[in-house]
């Protein structure tokens, strides 16, 4: 379903399997030291995924995270739950991190200068269509890079909850 979302910005075509390359890449973040995976879930349904990593960094080498992808579904969407695990996962972990988007999915845009604006107030870089960062159709990226404190703090969204498969 990600995949199939994500290859009208992208353009990413399936194998002759009907599977896309992506699952492959997926499967790192559940194995290898350095990445996390985390699935999201509300009311008991799956309602989206979270990779990053401490890893591939886009353009600062001393980040300490690394935004690979953010998926929520679409029923899930324009409720706040997206920003609720954002918001979590930034403060949980705390430290530098980088985002990078797409500039064709208007939705990852808005919502990420919504999130990371809310969260630092205001305080965060943002390179647009960065050379380090170009996708499979071309387009050059957007870059947002900022800095999370880590502390602990009782979020507002209820029956929402980020699930870290070991």
Not at 69 to 84: D, K, Q
Not at 100 to 127: A, C, I, Q
């Amino acid at each position: 379903m990600y995949c199939y979302e994500w290859s009208q910005y992208n353009h990413l075509e399936v194998d002759a399997d009907g599977t896309y390359a992506f699952e492959e890449h997926a499967s790192t973040y559940w194995t290898n030291e350095g990445y996390y995976a985390f699935l999201i879930a509300v009311d008991e349904q799956w309602a989206g995924f979270v990779f990053f990593d401490t890893h591939d960094f886009i353009v600062h080498t001393d980040c300490d995270y690394s935004m690979a992808e953010f998926f929520v579904m679409h029923a899930y969407r324009h409720h706040g739950i997206g920003s609720y695990v954002a918001t979590h996962l930034f403060e949980t972990f705390g430290g530098a991190w980088e985002i990078g988007r797409h500039p064709k999915n208007l939705s990852s845009v808005h919502f990420w200068d919504k999130v990371v604006g809310d969260y630092t107030g205001g305080d965060y870089e943002v390179r647009l269509s960065c050379p380090k960062l170009k996708y499979h159709d071309g387009a050059l990226g957007d870059v947002l890079s900022f800095h999370a404190d880590k502390h602990e703090r009782v979020l507002p969204y209820q029956g929402s909850r980020v699930c870290r498969r070991s």
